[in-house]
C-alpha cells in the first residue's frame, strides 16, 4: 500500500481498509495545526491507487466501507472523485460506504447533481473541520472561508442526501473573542442539518503559530477553565438534533446520540466541572497530547 508520511485517520470511523488517494492538505496554514507541515499537497498517481486497490482485493475482497486519504482528498474534481469511486466499486463489489474528509471550500467547485452522483457511487458520509462559525475567528486562524461558506456548502451537502459532520474547536478564539466564537459557531451550526457534531479543546503544539504567538504575548490562550466555559456556552446555543461527540479532556461520557434529549445533562456536566473538576488533571491530559 501506498501510504505517504504520517497515517491519520478519522478514530470515529469504524472503517477499513484505508486508501490514499491525496498526500498532504491543500490549505496547510490553519495557525494551530502542524499535522501536515512540510508535507507538499498532490494528488496520488492513479496508478497508485489501482495498484492499492488490486492488493485490497485479495486481503479484503469483503469489505463494504472504506476511508479517503489523507487531509482533504474531497478537494479533487468530480471528474476525479467519480474516477476513484468508480474503480474502488469495480474492485471490491460489496462496497457500500466511502468516507471522506474535507475542507468547506472543497464542495465549491462540485454542483449539488454531481454530489448526488458521488453519493450513488457511495460518498455517503463526509467529515468537515469546520472549527468556527465566527468571522472573526476563522480570520484570526486563517481558515479560508467564512459562516456564509459554511451555509452554503452545507446546504448544498443537504441537498444532496449526503450526511456530515462539523467540527467545533474550542480556544481558538483565546479570551479575546471566546463568547462571540461559542455563540455565533452555534448558531451557524444550528442552521445546518450535521448526523454529528465533535467538539475539542485547543492544544498548542509545538511549532504552530498560535503558540508562537502566545509566546509572543499576542494571543491569550484560554485556561482549563476558560475552555470549558466556552464548551458550554456553545453547547447552550447549539440547537441541531444530532450527535454529539467531545474529545475535550473533561470526560467522554458526553458523547453519544440524540443531543437535544441530552443537552440539559450535557451542560450539567460541563458545569460541575467547570466548579469542582481537576483542572490540573485536564491540563495534564492536554500536554500529553501530541497531534490534533
Known amino acids: 500500500m501506498h501510504f505517504t508520511g504520517t497515517v491519520y485517520r478519522n478514530p470515529y470511523w469504524p472503517t477499513w481498509p484505508l486508501l490514499e488517494v491525496t498526500q498532504g492538505c ?28 488490486r492488493e485490497l482485493a485479495q486481503s479484503d475482497p469483503d469489505a463494504t466501507t472504506i476511508q479517503l486519504l489523507s487531509a482533504n482528498p474531497l478537494v479533487l474534481t468530480y471528474d476525479k ?17 466511502i468516507y471522506v474528509a474535507g475542507r468547506v471550500t472543497d464542495l465549491k467547485n462540485k454542483t449539488v447533481e454531481q454530489l448526488r452522483d458521488l453519493r450513488d457511487l457511495g ?3 463526509i467529515s ?15 481558515k479560508g472561508y467564512h459562516a456564509a461558506d459554511v451555509l452554503e456548502q452545507c446546504h448544498k451537502l443537504e441537498d444532496a442526501g449526503i450526511d456530515y459532520w462539523m467540527t467545533f474547536l474550542g480556544g481558538v478564539a483565546g479570551t479575546e473573542h471566546s463568547r462571540d466564537h461559542a455563540i455565533n459557531s452555534a448558531r451557524v ?18 511549532g504552530t503559530p498560535l503558540l508562537e504567538e502566545a509566546q509572543r504575548g499576542e494571543f491569550d490562550p484560554l485556561s482549563e477553565r476558560g475552555m470549558l466555559e466556552e464548551l458550554k456556552l456553545f453547547v447552550e446555543h447549539l440547537d441541531v438534533d444530532c450527535i454529539f461527540v467531545t474529545h ?36 495534564a491530559l492536554r500536554r500529553s497530547k501530541r497531534t490534533l
Open 26 to 53: 491543500t490549505h496547510n496554514r490553519c495557525k494551530f495545526c502542524t499535522m501536515y507541515k512540510g508535507l507538499q499537497f498532490r494528488p496520488s498517481p492513479m496508478e497508485w491507487i489501482e495498484e492499492d486497490l
Open 123 to 125: 460518498m455517503r458520509e
Open 128 to 142: 468537515l473541520g469546520v472549527e468556527s462559525g465566527d468571522d472573526w475567528t476563522l480570520d484570526r486562524i486563517h
Open 189 to 206: 451550526f444550528s442552521q445546518c442539518k450535521p448526523m454529528l457534531v465533535g467538539t475539542g479543546a485547543l492544544t498548542l503544539f509545538p
Open 248 to 283: 475535550h479532556t473533561v470526560a467522554a461520557s458526553l458523547t453519544g446520540p440524540n443531543f437535544l434529549d441530552r443537552k440539559e445533562r450535557i451542560v450539567a456536566a460541563l458545569d460541575r466541572a467547570i466548579q469542582h473538576g481537576d483542572h490540573d488533571r485536564f491540563a
Open 81 to 97: 472523485l467519480r474516477a476513484i469511486l468508480r474503480m474502488i466499486n469495480r474492485y471490491l463489489p460489496k462496497m457500500e460506504h
